[in-house]
């Protein structure tokens, strides 16, 4: 598979603001600023978990770019504790324990 166009692209891009201006997205810069790891990080979970990307170009920009808005939107309307997009903000939550049944019957 040959690299795209937009791939050839996204390779030059450093920050969250370039990728924010090559998808044409309007951001506050402040938002931006502060959340700016948190942002690219999120949009490479929804890119992860969106699964099988499109073959076209075209389609492969249009989810690329509603992805990344709805990133940057998580972060416009909440902060990066309430996200907890990297594990140090989930580290002192409850952790799942697993108790095998035959550890819990006494012999």
Not at 42 to 67: M, T, V
Request: zero cysteines; proline letters at 6%.
């Amino acid at each position: 598979m040959t690299d795209s166009n937009m791939e050839l692209d996204l390779e030059e891009l450093g920050s969250a603001e370039e990728f924010l201006d090559y998808f044409g997205i309007a951001f506050v810069p402040s938002v931006v600023q502060v959340n700016r790891l948190h942002i690219l990080q999120r949009f490479h979970d929804y890119i992860d978990a969106a699964g099988a990307l499109p073959p076209q170009e075209e389609a492969r920009h249009a989810l690329f770019r509603s992805l990344l808005s709805r990133a940057y939107s998580d972060f416009v309307h909440s902060d990066a504790r309430a996200e907890k997009v990297f594990r140090v903000f989930r580290m002192h939550e409850p952790q799942p324990v697993f108790i095998p049944v035959d550890q819990l019957i006494r012999h």
